[in-house]
């Protein structure tokens, strides 16, 4: 028999070391179950602030769209009238539309006469072009929005590139 095995008192009843085992195996036991259960309600409580979070986010959202509402109200009221005004009144609503993706961190881009990137701009179309050098927007078909490495779309464009040889 080893050093650390007990072999059981004559009277049939544990040893101490035996006792101090068990006690300290249930302390163990005790502290695991606690830590399972502190994780998850740890998990539970991060899932009710991430929703809590994304319901904040969307409210935030939301209001930098209601002045394009109201702009769209005030439009409406004047659309029996001058039909200029209606142009006017679509006008300040897309700008102020577009006020609300800037502020949201998603500006427009449009730039014509820069070199094509694959990270702003989505190649659309290529035409051959003499005028200006290879790899160059020569025109947006459809803007993008965003900058660095948050876009919404990236910009739709036309791209030159060098006349064939024949």
């Known amino acids: 028999m080893t050093a650390q095995q007990h072999e059981p008192e004559p009277n049939g009843q544990t040893t101490e070391v035996d006792n101090a085992a068990a006690a300290t195996l249930a302390d163990l036991e005790d502290r695991w179950r606690r830590a399972v259960a502190d994780l998850d309600n740890l998990r539970k409580r991060y899932a009710r602030e991430l929703e809590r979070e994304r319901a904040a986010e969307r409210a935030r959202v939301a209001a930098q769209f209601l002045p394009v509402l109201d702009n769209l109200d005030r439009a409406l009221v004047h659309a029996g009238g001058d039909p200029g005004a209606i142009v006017e009144g679509v006008r300040a609503v897309r700008e102020e539309a577009l006020a609300a993706l800037t502020r949201l961190g998603f500006p427009r ?13 989505e190649a659309a179309r290529v035409v051959e072009s003499d005028e200006v050098p290879a790899g160059t927007v020569v025109e947006v078909l459809r803007p993008g929005y965003g900058r660095d490495d948050r876009w919404l779309r990236p910009a739709a464009v036309t791209v030159a590139t060098s006349p064939r040889k024949e």
């Open 109 to 121: 881009y449009e730039e014509v006469g820069v070199p094509f990137d694959p990270n702003w701009h």
